[in-house]
């Protein structure tokens, strides 16, 4: 089973920017489609960004144009560039890949 760990979340003011990383134990982003999801207090889990092996991306209606999803294969580790962060983007940040998932990492806009 793969291990996947998140980091980068924090505290930040709306307008700023965070970037996420999730760090796999195995070469797995080279060969398999990554997912991050984000879940807020009370919300269902939201699917935020794909990102396929070939390196195709697609994201959620409410990210377009501010997230973006980029990988290292060096270092097995895919990140979320946050952009212009509001205060709806507040959630838990997750990612996954091959029916596995991480820990996930906390992400708080606010002024």
Not at 4 to 30: D, K, T
Not at 84 to 110: F, I, K, M, R
Request: net charge positive.
């Amino acid at each position: 089973q793969v291990q996947l760990v998140e980091s980068g979340g924090g505290l930040v003011q709306p307008g700023g920017s965070l970037r996420l990383s999730c760090a796999a134990s195995g070469s797995i982003f080279s060969f398999y489609t990554m997912a991050w999801y984000r879940q807020a207090p009370g919300k269902r889990r939201e699917l935020v960004a794909t990102f396929t092996a070939g390196g195709s991306t697609n994201y959620a209606d409410s990210v377009k144009g501010r997230f973006t999803v980029s990988k290292d294969s060096a270092k097995n580790t895919v990140y979320l560039q946050m952009n212009n962060l509001t205060p709806e983007d507040s959630a838990v940040y997750y990612c996954s890949a091959l029916n596995s998932w991480g820990q996930g990492t906390q992400v708080t806009v606010s002024s």
